[in-house]
């Protein structure tokens, strides 16, 4: 009873998801980019998956293996927890995937698909520069779309490859 309920909820969430707020945010901004130079290592959180992720061969800890690898190669070096926190700026990336099955059709099911990358680091402030705010995301780039099951995956991809081409372009190899 509880997912019937819940469906509509989503559903709707999802949608609302879509609509563009005036909340203020990081993007994928040249100024928002910027906040990626100088950053040589960071740790990485790929926050916890539905378990409908699954079933298409998609665990959280095979995401962060995957999103680990894929930054090691492109030349960005990765942080346990604790080494991030004796680094300057204490940088994290956070992965975020929500996926809700939106219906059938001729036996292929598709989802609403959300992923959401964000680089979070401590700032200061410019009008009191002794004043460390933490985690703050000054990244970040958020994909919405209806896809088909099997590709979650790519949907994924995508997210982690605009980051590491954001990344590049201030962090030239």
């Known amino acids: 009873m509880y997912h019937v309920l819940r469906r509509p909820f989503m559903i709707i969430a ?3 998801l879509l609509i563009p ?3 203020g945010h990081a993007t994928d901004g040249e100024s928002e980019r910027e906040t990626l130079r100088g ?3 960071l740790s990485v959180i790929v926050y916890d998956l539905d ?8 665990t959280q800890d095979k995401i962060q293996k995957d999103l680990e690898a894929k930054l090691r ?27 809700l099955r939106a219906f059938t059709a001729k036996d292929t099911e598709f989802y609403f698909i959300s992923t959401v990358i964000k680089l979070r680091q401590d ?5 009191m520069p002794k004043s460390r705010v933490s985690g703050i995301a000054t990244w970040s780039n958020t994909r919405f779309g209806i896809n088909f099951a099997n590709n979650i995956r790519s949907e994924v991809d995508g997210a982690i490859d605009k980051f590491i081409t954001a990344y590049l372009s201030v962090n030239p190899k």
């Open 73 to 99: 190669t492109a030349g960005i070096e990765v942080l346990s927890k604790e080494e991030r926190m004796k680094v300057s700026g204490t940088p994290r990336l956070d992965l975020m995937i929500g996926a």
């Open 123 to 127: 700032v200061y402030l410019e009008r």
């Open 21 to 23: 707020t005036s909340t």
């Open 39 to 41: 950053v040589k290592a």
């Open 14 to 16: 999802a949608f609302a």
């Open 51 to 58: 378990y409908e992720f699954e079933e298409y061969g998609l």
